[in-house]
Protein backbone atom coordinates (compact mmCIF):
# COMPACT_ATOMS: atom_id res chain seq x y z
CA UNK A 1 0.00 0.00 0.00
CA UNK A 2 1.21 3.48 -0.50
CA UNK A 3 1.13 3.70 3.52
CA UNK A 4 4.25 1.52 3.23
CA UNK A 5 5.91 3.34 0.63
CA UNK A 6 5.67 0.68 -2.25
CA UNK A 7 2.79 1.54 -4.64
CA UNK A 8 2.91 3.67 -7.55
CA UNK A 9 2.61 6.29 -4.41
CA UNK A 10 5.05 6.70 -2.08
CA UNK A 11 4.67 10.15 0.66
CA UNK A 12 7.93 11.16 2.12
CA UNK A 13 7.33 9.70 5.88
CA UNK A 14 5.86 6.58 4.75
CA UNK A 15 9.17 4.54 4.66
CA UNK A 16 10.29 5.93 8.17
CA UNK A 17 6.94 5.33 9.44
CA UNK A 18 7.46 1.38 9.32
CA UNK A 19 10.66 1.50 10.57
CA UNK A 20 9.17 2.59 13.95
CA UNK A 21 7.65 0.67 16.92
CA UNK A 22 8.03 -3.14 17.30
CA UNK A 23 10.71 -4.97 15.40
CA UNK A 24 9.72 -7.61 12.88
CA UNK A 25 11.13 -9.24 9.98
CA UNK A 26 9.46 -8.86 6.90
CA UNK A 27 12.39 -10.64 4.24
CA UNK A 28 14.13 -13.91 4.81
CA UNK A 29 16.44 -14.40 2.28
CA UNK A 30 18.98 -17.65 1.50
CA UNK A 31 22.11 -16.54 0.13
CA UNK A 32 25.58 -16.92 0.18
CA UNK A 33 26.33 -13.24 0.31
CA UNK A 34 24.41 -10.52 2.13
CA UNK A 35 22.19 -9.11 0.00
CA UNK A 36 22.22 -5.65 0.53
CA UNK A 37 19.59 -3.06 -1.25
CA UNK A 38 16.39 -5.06 -2.36
CA UNK A 39 14.28 -2.78 -4.35
CA UNK A 40 10.72 -2.59 -5.09
CA UNK A 41 9.85 0.62 -6.78
CA UNK A 42 11.29 3.34 -8.19
CA UNK A 43 9.76 6.76 -8.94
CA UNK A 44 10.05 9.56 -11.11
CA UNK A 45 7.76 12.39 -9.90
CA UNK A 46 7.77 14.85 -6.70
CA UNK A 47 4.70 16.60 -6.15
CA UNK A 48 4.72 17.66 -3.06
CA UNK A 49 5.32 15.07 -0.22
CA UNK A 50 4.85 12.73 -2.37
CA UNK A 51 6.61 10.59 -5.19
CA UNK A 52 4.82 8.97 -8.39
CA UNK A 53 5.42 6.60 -10.75
CA UNK A 54 3.00 6.16 -13.74
CA UNK A 55 5.72 3.98 -15.90
CA UNK A 56 3.50 1.52 -18.05
CA UNK A 57 3.68 -2.20 -16.77
CA UNK A 58 3.71 -5.07 -18.84
CA UNK A 59 2.53 -8.70 -18.33
CA UNK A 60 4.77 -11.02 -18.47
CA UNK A 61 3.90 -15.09 -18.38
CA UNK A 62 5.68 -17.86 -17.25
CA UNK A 63 7.90 -19.29 -19.77
CA UNK A 64 7.98 -22.54 -18.50
CA UNK A 65 6.56 -24.57 -15.23
CA UNK A 66 9.30 -25.36 -12.82
CA UNK A 67 10.77 -29.07 -13.06
CA UNK A 68 10.28 -31.20 -10.32
CA UNK A 69 6.84 -33.05 -8.79
CA UNK A 70 4.18 -30.70 -6.67
CA UNK A 71 6.37 -28.24 -7.87
CA UNK A 72 3.88 -24.87 -7.73
CA UNK A 73 6.79 -22.23 -8.68
CA UNK A 74 6.75 -21.06 -12.22
CA UNK A 75 9.85 -19.25 -13.88
CA UNK A 76 9.98 -15.62 -15.30
CA UNK A 77 12.38 -14.09 -17.60
CA UNK A 78 12.69 -10.41 -17.17
CA UNK A 79 15.54 -10.01 -19.73
CA UNK A 80 16.92 -12.17 -22.49
CA UNK A 81 20.34 -12.81 -20.85
CA UNK A 82 21.95 -15.56 -19.32
CA UNK A 83 20.40 -16.24 -16.07
CA UNK A 84 22.40 -17.22 -12.00
CA UNK A 85 20.72 -18.64 -9.29
CA UNK A 86 21.21 -16.29 -6.21
CA UNK A 87 18.79 -15.99 -3.57
CA UNK A 88 15.17 -16.99 -2.19
CA UNK A 89 13.39 -14.55 -0.63
CA UNK A 90 10.29 -15.16 1.55
CA UNK A 91 7.78 -12.33 2.06
CA UNK A 92 6.02 -11.12 5.06
CA UNK A 93 2.67 -11.43 4.59
CA UNK A 94 2.29 -7.01 4.96
CA UNK A 95 4.58 -7.06 1.41
CA UNK A 96 2.91 -9.77 -0.99
CA UNK A 97 2.01 -7.13 -3.67
CA UNK A 98 5.37 -6.56 -3.49
CA UNK A 99 8.52 -7.81 -4.71
CA UNK A 100 12.20 -7.17 -3.41
CA UNK A 101 14.86 -7.79 -5.46
CA UNK A 102 18.79 -6.70 -6.26
CA UNK A 103 19.37 -4.61 -9.23
CA UNK A 104 20.64 -6.90 -11.22
CA UNK A 105 18.05 -9.89 -11.15
CA UNK A 106 17.24 -11.41 -14.09
CA UNK A 107 14.60 -13.76 -13.63
CA UNK A 108 12.54 -15.07 -10.90
CA UNK A 109 10.90 -18.55 -9.93
CA UNK A 110 7.48 -17.24 -8.17
CA UNK A 111 4.07 -18.83 -6.50
CA UNK A 112 2.71 -15.94 -9.03
CA UNK A 113 0.33 -16.30 -11.58
CA UNK A 114 1.93 -13.48 -13.55
CA UNK A 115 4.52 -10.42 -12.71
CA UNK A 116 3.96 -7.12 -14.24
CA UNK A 117 7.56 -5.18 -14.95
CA UNK A 118 7.92 -1.52 -15.39
CA UNK A 119 9.51 0.63 -17.62
CA UNK A 120 12.42 1.17 -14.73
CA UNK A 121 12.50 -2.92 -14.49
CA UNK A 122 10.31 -2.66 -11.25
CA UNK A 123 8.64 -5.96 -10.88
CA UNK A 124 5.23 -6.62 -9.33
CA UNK A 125 3.68 -10.36 -8.85
CA UNK A 126 0.10 -11.44 -9.18
CA UNK A 127 -1.28 -12.95 -6.77
CA UNK A 128 1.92 -14.74 -5.30
CA UNK A 129 1.54 -16.78 -2.57
CA UNK A 130 4.07 -15.43 0.55
CA UNK A 131 4.47 -18.96 2.07
CA UNK A 132 6.43 -20.12 -1.06
CA UNK A 133 9.91 -18.32 -1.52
CA UNK A 134 11.02 -16.54 -4.47
CA UNK A 135 13.71 -17.59 -6.48
CA UNK A 136 16.04 -14.55 -8.00
CA UNK A 137 18.52 -15.42 -10.91
CA UNK A 138 20.76 -12.32 -11.49
CA UNK A 139 22.79 -11.55 -14.77
CA UNK A 140 23.43 -8.49 -17.19
CA UNK A 141 21.04 -6.06 -16.94
CA UNK A 142 20.60 -3.89 -20.25
CA UNK A 143 22.64 -0.74 -19.26
CA UNK A 144 20.34 1.82 -21.77
CA UNK A 145 18.31 3.83 -19.52
CA UNK A 146 15.00 2.27 -18.81
CA UNK A 147 12.96 5.04 -19.80
CA UNK A 148 13.33 8.53 -22.03
CA UNK A 149 16.28 10.14 -20.11
CA UNK A 150 14.11 13.36 -20.16
CA UNK A 151 12.05 12.16 -17.30
CA UNK A 152 15.03 11.26 -14.85
CA UNK A 153 15.75 14.89 -15.14
CA UNK A 154 12.73 16.06 -14.58
CA UNK A 155 12.56 18.62 -11.23
CA UNK A 156 8.98 20.31 -10.77
CA UNK A 157 8.59 24.18 -11.90
CA UNK A 158 7.97 25.26 -8.34
CA UNK A 159 11.44 24.28 -6.82
CA UNK A 160 13.10 27.25 -4.86
CA UNK A 161 15.54 28.97 -7.54
CA UNK A 162 17.92 28.34 -4.91
CA UNK A 163 18.50 25.57 -5.55
CA UNK A 164 19.40 25.62 -9.04
CA UNK A 165 22.01 28.21 -7.29
CA UNK A 166 22.86 25.06 -5.08
CA UNK A 167 23.31 21.99 -7.46
CA UNK A 168 25.67 24.72 -9.87
CA UNK A 169 27.70 25.15 -7.06
CA UNK A 170 28.15 21.50 -5.65
CA UNK A 171 28.63 20.47 -8.98
CA UNK A 172 31.15 22.66 -10.15
CA UNK A 173 34.46 21.41 -11.64
CA UNK A 174 33.00 17.85 -11.71
CA UNK A 175 32.70 16.21 -14.91
CA UNK A 176 31.30 12.79 -14.81
CA UNK A 177 27.85 12.06 -13.45
CA UNK A 178 30.13 9.71 -10.87
CA UNK A 179 32.02 12.86 -9.93
CA UNK A 180 28.77 14.91 -9.67
CA UNK A 181 27.30 12.16 -7.44
CA UNK A 182 30.65 11.72 -4.90
CA UNK A 183 29.98 15.78 -4.63
CA UNK A 184 26.69 15.44 -3.71
CA UNK A 185 27.17 13.03 -1.47
CA UNK A 186 29.96 14.95 0.02
CA UNK A 187 27.80 18.12 0.60
CA UNK A 188 25.22 16.27 3.04
CA UNK A 189 28.06 14.57 4.90
CA UNK A 190 29.40 18.12 5.49
CA UNK A 191 26.41 19.95 6.04
CA UNK A 192 23.70 17.58 7.41
CA UNK A 193 22.77 15.21 9.98
CA UNK A 194 21.23 12.36 10.53
CA UNK A 195 17.85 12.02 12.21
CA UNK A 196 14.56 9.63 12.55
CA UNK A 197 11.71 12.24 11.63
CA UNK A 198 11.42 15.57 10.50
CA UNK A 199 9.15 19.25 11.69
CA UNK A 200 8.36 20.77 8.41
CA UNK A 201 6.80 23.84 9.21
CA UNK A 202 2.75 23.32 8.09
CA UNK A 203 2.74 25.02 4.32
CA UNK A 204 5.91 24.68 3.64
CA UNK A 205 7.40 22.40 1.00
CA UNK A 206 8.93 19.64 1.95
CA UNK A 207 12.15 19.49 0.00
CA UNK A 208 12.74 23.05 -0.35
CA UNK A 209 12.19 22.93 3.27
CA UNK A 210 15.00 20.27 3.63
CA UNK A 211 17.44 21.79 1.25
CA UNK A 212 17.39 25.52 1.60
CA UNK A 213 17.10 25.26 5.84
CA UNK A 214 18.78 21.97 6.17
CA UNK A 215 17.41 20.50 9.66
CA UNK A 216 18.29 17.15 11.03
CA UNK A 217 16.16 14.57 8.56
CA UNK A 218 16.03 10.76 7.60
CA UNK A 219 16.71 8.97 4.32
CA UNK A 220 13.58 9.60 2.61
CA UNK A 221 14.88 13.52 2.43
CA UNK A 222 18.34 12.86 1.76
CA UNK A 223 17.05 10.93 -1.08
CA UNK A 224 15.03 13.11 -2.41
CA UNK A 225 16.99 15.81 -2.21
CA UNK A 226 20.12 14.25 -4.14
CA UNK A 227 17.32 13.55 -7.26
CA UNK A 228 16.74 17.24 -7.16
CA UNK A 229 20.25 18.05 -6.99
CA UNK A 230 21.54 15.49 -9.21
CA UNK A 231 18.95 16.36 -12.01
CA UNK A 232 19.91 19.60 -11.78
CA UNK A 233 23.26 18.88 -12.34
CA UNK A 234 22.19 17.06 -15.49
CA UNK A 235 22.67 13.64 -14.29
CA UNK A 236 19.65 10.78 -15.17
CA UNK A 237 18.40 9.66 -11.70
CA UNK A 238 15.10 8.55 -9.68
CA UNK A 239 13.70 8.01 -5.94
CA UNK A 240 13.65 4.32 -4.86
CA UNK A 241 12.35 2.90 -1.73
CA UNK A 242 13.18 -1.36 -0.49
CA UNK A 243 15.07 -2.79 2.24
CA UNK A 244 18.83 -3.70 2.98
CA UNK A 245 19.87 -6.92 4.01
CA UNK A 246 22.90 -7.15 6.03
CA UNK A 247 21.87 -8.84 9.04
CA UNK A 248 22.60 -12.81 9.45
CA UNK A 249 20.58 -15.32 11.58
CA UNK A 250 23.49 -16.99 12.96
CA UNK A 251 21.28 -20.39 13.47
CA UNK A 252 20.32 -21.01 10.20
CA UNK A 253 22.62 -18.53 7.98
CA UNK A 254 19.68 -16.68 6.52
CA UNK A 255 19.63 -12.77 5.58
CA UNK A 256 17.06 -10.41 7.63
CA UNK A 257 15.61 -7.42 6.98
CA UNK A 258 13.43 -6.14 9.78
CA UNK A 259 11.30 -3.09 9.37
CA UNK A 260 13.68 -1.05 10.99
CA UNK A 261 15.84 -1.87 7.23
CA UNK A 262 13.45 0.01 5.06
CA UNK A 263 14.92 2.54 3.65
CA UNK A 264 14.93 5.21 -0.12
CA UNK A 265 17.52 5.88 -1.84
CA UNK A 266 18.71 6.80 -5.21
CA UNK A 267 20.11 5.16 -8.67
CA UNK A 268 21.98 7.44 -10.72
CA UNK A 269 23.13 6.96 -14.40
Known amino acids: SSALGFSRVATLGSITDLRQGEEKVMLRIQSDQAPGYLRACAYDFYRRGQWLSNSPRVRLTARQAAPGPGEVRRYFSLYDTPATPRMEIWMGPMLQDSLFLP ?18 GMVIPERLNPRIPVGVYVGEVPKTLPEPAGTLLWVP ?22 EI ?16 GIEVPPGTEPINYFLIERPPAH ?3 FAAGAVMLLRLAGVPCRYVTGFVSTEQNPVDGAWLARNRDAHAWVEAY
Request: hydrophobic share 45%.
Open 157 to 178: EWLDPRIQDLARSISRGRESPR
Open 103 to 120: ADAVALHAAANAVLRDGK
Open 181 to 196: AAAVEGFFHAQFRYQI
Open 219 to 221: CEF
